[in-house]
């Protein structure tokens, strides 16, 4: 998922995962904003250069299927929900 100077949204909340998933986002002076299940275990790793980052879905830490979240803010932002 990649925003330059605009905006993405992606509604995976529905999803049904049998295997881990990567997820890879990039928002460059625009933002990315991301819903997950609550069922899964959630990892996210990224770098915000002058951007931000946050994580508002706590997931599941005992769930036997991982989302990666994998991110990169410059001057811009990456929302998980």
Known sequence: I???MGGAEIDLSE???NQ???VECTAVMGAVEVTLPR????LVTGTPVMGGY???NPGDPTAPYTI???YTA???A???R
Do not use: C, L, Q
């Not at 069922?39 to 959630?42: A, G, K, P, T």
């Open 39 to 42: 069922n899964v275990r959630i």
């Open 2 to 4: 990649s925003a330059v």
């Open 68 to 70: 990666f979240i994998s």
């Open 78 to 80: 990456i929302e998980i």
């Open 15 to 17: 999803v049904k995962v």
């Open 54 to 56: 946050e994580n508002t």
């Open 20 to 22: 881990d998933v990567t």
């Open 74 to 76: 410059v001057m811009g």
